[in-house]
């Protein structure tokens, strides 16, 4: 299928989970993931009007950024603290904070540029060994700690759920995050806003969706298997 078919097909599939949700169409973002995707293909998906892209390595967001215009980034992936100073001007959301340390570098970085960087904190909902971000139950502590950095806003939280061949699987964790979610919101930190719950991918993207999420991150869906062996 073409970037326009893949894109049609999941338009209408977030139209109809946002129903399901309560919501609205434009309730949601679909961020377009580019990891390994070239710019000519990229520009095709900014022509049928995703304006958003997602990328895993800050390497990656640099040498593309001055490419395409009109759009914005996403820090999607994990950040280590000594890539930061490459993206901190260039995204105007940055996904995968999972610890002090990094948030740390983050305002440190920001507060030298003038600018507040837009965060999420990343939550391992699963608890899965071989994944990033904080325990479920650390997850208001490391939200408040970050709160109280000078240039940084704690905008929402994010997860990558386990890969299951069945995305009911998920439901457990899209509602777990969706709890959180909503209860530190209730918390109403200062420097804190509940804004953002990135969560959905290829696989699981509608039940997500249809569990409280209004950021799904797609790669595949719209752009087709990644070709690993043309981009190191
Ligand atoms: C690659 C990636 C995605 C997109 O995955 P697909 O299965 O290709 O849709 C989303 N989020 C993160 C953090 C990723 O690394």
Partial sequence: MSIKENIEKIEKNITLAAQKSGRKREDILLLAVTKTVEIERMEEAKQLGLTQFGENKPQEISRKYPLIDGVKWHQI??????????????????????SLKLGNEISKRAQALGIVSNVLVEVNIARD?????????????IVTQLSKLPSICVKGLMTVAPYTP???????YFREMYKLYIDIGAKKYDNVSMEYLSMGMTNDYIVAIEEGA?????????????????IG
């Fill in 166 to 172: 069945d995305p009911e699987e998920n439901r457990k």
């Fill in 77 to 98: 992936g994990h950040l280590q603290t000594n890539k930061v100073k490459n993206v901190i001007d260039k995204v105007c959301l940055i996904h995968s904070v999972d």
């Fill in 129 to 141: 060994e071989a994944k990033h971000g904080v325990d479920p139950n650390e997850t208001v502590t």
């Fill in 214 to 230: 209004n950021i799904v991150r797609i790669g595949t869906g719209i752009f087709g298997q990644r070709d690993y062996t043309k």
